[in-house]
């Protein structure tokens, strides 16, 4: 018996239990033989105590995945090769089970050294590793953050005891350069390969690489969607292996004529669906936070109308600049019936692409494809980076179905003719490495040491201006010298998961005494929520249009921003609820009196970095107090979030000595200093405005307008802008005032006159560099 026990187990041997006579379960990490998550166990090997009845539950529902069938000729392929490609339906369980498959086998390759190795799986969106982790973690019967974790940007939900990680593509990139060979994982599997990420395409590129070092190292590409054979030929020949069928079907519907609005269209069919359609909740694919707040308010107002013949519903918003918390509302269940033995409730998800792929959404069973979706495109001319409402590809399409019918039968309607689907739908999704803002991948590029990018090999490589133009810019920040070799500035920067213009005013705060104050706008910024826009009140409003009295109006309106808004908007967002004329006159000058409050109380004259600043102190010096962010319609939970990414901003700061310093708050330098420090990293975000009073950016001549949601009291002649947004108008976001002078004396590098566009600005450097001339000449002289 003993000796069975022992039996030696080489890597991705298929471990059949009932073969090894006499297997008991495996305690602390022991090499007993058994597989621990084969299921004849009572006992989890990761913890070591008895499953739990939710186990075998799941258990169940995991044999009947498609994968499951083919667990046995996945080992024996991944065993017998180092890379490996797996085309999968959606919903087969790739990305919850063939990790598990490879756990199993791994640990039964290396029984004593459990805790030295790891298995990552990457996903490109931070909703979908959070999510499929907490599921897995679920499946495996442990605690998430324990065997299985998940790494997101600013968020590390992982422990030295984590074998099995789920983190996005960029995090893995980031640990690829303080782990070059990623050593500490034995398998690494990239899921949503279709996706073509920028990070996974880089990712691709640097393990193949990486796999040539480390002959123990395998490599699994996975997708429902994949061009095979491209991928096939880009991994040398890698086998592909490919999972038929799903648990439960999905059927597809077109439209018989193409639909002249496909919002108006998408809002219909919900209607239609919530009236005539059994029960199940409803996924809607739109384009982008505005369009997903406006329909998010027609449906409610539209099912509202239909009185008590049908349940009620809970449209919940899903984008990516949602922070997390407010993401996992997609999870909810669906609101009861509004009285017992009524119609039941339905939850309507309405999300952009971000929900595409990867998500399990318990309790969806209709998805709603419009079509269209919003694509990143770069103008490297013009150093523009927008997103385009574009017709999605084929895989996309095929991906949004498959969201439906994951724990029960679906249907997916999709919103064009299925001529349109079949001859206008561009099979595969561009990648985004053809289509996006280089400076960020050439710095990590660099910092993992490939110096020739003409030479790396991406699977598709892209255009040498945008290169160029990425080169340049690091150039102008000096994190890469005139040879393009990253400089020890670089090198510190591409250490912030941020933007190389954040990563530099962070670095060069210290100069200008005021890293406390920096770090604090740049958690501020990070915490993506300084943007949320009125729509989330106005679907509040029209919610409770029923109130016309300020007072009861101000309730709700204090859920809403308790909830979902955000400080800094909330003058804007005074001025807009004044203006919409939601309610009674006689309450204007209340509404006005509140609008001028809030923008008394943190409001900076001098822009909205300083604001957010402001925002922060009052937090601090409030002791972060729930009550007090409630009363002053600041949003906690975003407040501590952005807390939370200062201390880990702080934490690589101390690393390399980067002094945290401040000027004295009384000090008529304070808010210079930190303007000035804004400036040296965000030079190449300037607009000045010209004599008739539009904004043109600097250097690139586009026409933008300062955005509504500003607090400034008057129009600078120069701001810097943290946000370059492309709606129907071009707007600047995040501005501040700054001087015309500090740009002469920060960046004379990237204003050098003699390489510089005819235009206004042009000339008001002209005099001023010719002032700055006769100051220092004066000097001379004095001395
Ligand atoms: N959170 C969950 N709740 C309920 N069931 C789930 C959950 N996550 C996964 N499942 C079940 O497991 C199945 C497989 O999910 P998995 O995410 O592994 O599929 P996949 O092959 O990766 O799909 P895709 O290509 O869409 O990413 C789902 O179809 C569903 O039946
Ligand atoms: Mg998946």
Redesign the pocket.
Known sequence: MGTERKRKLSLFDVVDETSVPGTKPKLNGGFGGAAPMAGNSLVNTWTGKAYSQRYFEILEKRKA?PVWQQKDEFLQVLKNNQTLILV?E????????IPQFVLEAVDNEYPDKRRKWMVACTQPRRVAAM??SR?VAEEMDVAIGEEVGYSIRFEDCSSARTVLKYLTDGMLLREAMTDPLLERYKVIILDEAHERTLATDVLFGLLKEVLKNRPDLKLVVMS?TLEAEKFQGYFLGAPLMKVPGR?HPVEIFYTQEPERDYLEAAIRTVVQIHMCEPLGDILVFLTGEEEIEDACRKITKEIGNLGDQVGPVKAVPLYSTLPPAMQQKIFEPAPPPLNEGGPAGRKIVVSTNIAE??L?I?GIVYVIDPGFAKQKVYNPRVRVESLLVSPISKASAH?RS?RAG??QPGKCFRLYTEKSFNNDLQPQTYPEILRSNLANTVLTLKKLGIDDLVHFDFMDPPAPETLMRALEVLNYLGALDDEGNLTKLGEIMSEFPLDPQMSKMLVVSPEFNCSNEILSISAMLSGCFICMPIEHVHRWVSLHMMFSNWSMYKQVLVHALRDEIVAVSQYYLMKQMVSSGLYASADLPEAQKAADEAKARFGHIDGDHLTLLNVYHAYKQNNEDPSWCYENFINHRALKSADNVRQQLVRIMARFNLKLCSTDFNSRDYYINIRKAMLAGYFMQVAHMERTGHYLTVKDNQVVHLHPSNCLDHKPEWVIYNEYVLTSRNFIRTVTDIRGEWIVDIAPHYYDLENFPQCEAKRVLERLYKKREKEREENRNRK
């Open positions: 995945l999968g959606t919903g087969s369980g790739k990305t919850t089970q999510s499929v599921r429902a648990l792929t990867s399990t318990d991906q498959g994951r724990t």
